[in-house]
């Protein structure tokens, strides 16, 4: 039965409700994404806390290594996570995804510091951070799908954004939180010891989006594709090797190229604003870290409103012209956004973060959705998980290094505006010419 057909459940309570879904899948991302940020904000302390002192520079460039080494682990999850999902359904990814990032978070915050045990400090960070990853490369895909799948005909992208804005929201709340503490504690206080107490919370947060999860059924989109795709020997089976089932996932490697080309410019840009502007602001802008944390946060807020807009545009207009639109507009803005934040001014600082944040957020609300079309139901936790994950892996990943980096080696502080509009160019442009339009195509069936 086509999940647009059925009666809807009268209560949010019930498992079947629509809102349940919705909150099932927002809430337990939302919990992910607090984890998972929390690095990109204490960044400066990490190094301090993690690295020698004697070289600050390189120590900031090796936190970055750090951050980019989990995004590495990303593409072995999206497989794990990605053959679980296919094989046993979406929930049983979506439960345990959120379990292994709230132990890695929480375990981050008890870590001894490079001055108590030397090396074995980042080798052990970089342990907590993998397993981050590997949480991360099962849940994007997962969560997704579920909701793609829930979503009633002609309200995909609109479900799909709505949800994924949460991923923002935590962001924003980090950046709150960690000024709380600064103001409450003090910078001494919180740079010696406070800085652990959001990763001790974000275990319990990740807890709380366990439960909030473990209860809710899969989609019957999934469950209904699933048993035909038995037939054709397309979902893993008991006793069949992981190897064959995963083989299975490219026969739609030309979907999976497209995923690449078009998350290349999204991840770019997307992690430019969140896991290094912070960063740039302090270094390059010398602004306080009070004003990059606010400024930052007002950013991300924005871009977590939009977001659900942005999807009810793309549900009417269609993926390729958001494509477009995000993508010029990312290409036309990125200077001037990193010139004015770099200006050392509030409004400054606002202004050029909140012109990367719109062009995010027309573009994103066309790719969460738009990349999961790209597959047939029966592989698409499989085939979305690796490709998604490595392009994330390779552009996202690698980001906040390279963009700190051109940097240092050439000594312009805009070298990272013109970095997101070489990939735009060279990745961007390709995915958009190539990608079919797949507003109303069927989520049975590939588009090849």
């Not at 997962?142 to 002609?154: K, L, N, T």
């Not at 545009?313 to 993926?319: K, M, P, Q």
């Not at 010029?328 to 050029?352: H, T």
Request: aromatic share 12%.
């Amino acid at each position: 039965m086509n999940q647009s057909t059925a009666v809807a459940p009268t209560s949010w309570l019930h498992k079947d409700s629509p809102t349940r879904k919705l909150l099932g899948g927002a809430i337990g991302n939302m919990g992910e994404q607090f984890d998972y940020s929390i690095y990109a904000f204490t960044a400066p302390i990490i190094a301090v806390n993690f690295f020698p002192s004697s070289n600050p520079v390189a120590a900031l460039l090796n936190t970055f290594v750090v951050y980019a080494l989990s995004f590495v682990a990303r593409p072995f999850g999206g497989v794990m996570f990605g053959y679980i999902g296919d094989r046993f359904g979406r929930l049983a990814v979506l439960t345990w995804t959120v379990v292994l990032m709230g132990v890695g978070t929480m375990l981050i915050g008890l870590l001894p510091s490079y001055s108590s045990v030397g090396v074995l400090a980042p080798i052990l960070l970089v342990v907590c951070r993998l397993l981050q990853g590997l949480s991360l490369g099962g849940e994007t895909t997962g969560v997704e799908s579920y909701i793609a799948e829930s979503a009633p005909d002609g309200k995909r992208a609109s479900w799909t954004s709505l949800v994924m804005s949460f991923a923002y929201i935590p962001v924003a709340l980090v950046a709150c939180f960690i000024l709380g503490l600064r103001t409450v504690m003090g910078d001494a206080a919180f740079e010696a010891w406070g800085w652990r107490i959001p990763f001790l919370l974000g275990g319990v947060v990740a807890f709380a989006g366990y439960l909030l999860r473990r209860n809710l059924d899969d989609p019957d989109e999934y469950l209904e594709a699933k048993a035909e795709a038995d037939q054709l020997a397309l979902v893993p089976k008991s006793g069949e090797s992981v190897a064959h089932a995963l083989g299975q996932s490219f026969k739609t490697r030309k979907s999976m190229l497209l995923v690449i080309l078009l998350l290349a410019p999204q991840s770019v840009a997307a992690y430019l604003l969140t896991g290094y502007m912070y960063t740039y602001l302090v270094k390059e802008g010398h602004t306080t870290a009070t004003v990059a944390l606010l400024s930052n946060a007002a950013a991300v807020v924005v871009l977590a409103i939009l977001l659900p807009f942005m999807g009810r545009l793309c549900d009417r207009f269609g993926r390729k012209r958001m494509y477009a639109a995000g993508a010029a507009w990312l290409f036309i803005s990125a200077y001037p956004a990193f010139l004015l934040a770099g200006s050392g001014s509030l409004a400054g600082a606002l202004v050029g973060q909140f012109f990367l944040a719109f062009g995010v957020a027309v573009y994103t609300s066309a790719m969460f959705v738009g990349l999961i079309e790209l597959f047939p139901t029966a592989v698409r936790c499989r085939s979305h998980g690796i490709s998604y994950n490595a392009a994330v892996a390779i552009f996202g990943g690698t980001t906040p290094l390279v963009a700190a980096a051109l940097i240092s080696a050439t000594g312009n502080s805009l070298a990272p505006a013109f970095y997101a509009m070489a990939i735009i160019v060279v990745f961007g442009i390709a995915g958009i010419v190539l990608v079919p339009e797949t507003k109303d195509v069927s989520l049975r069936e590939s588009i090849y």
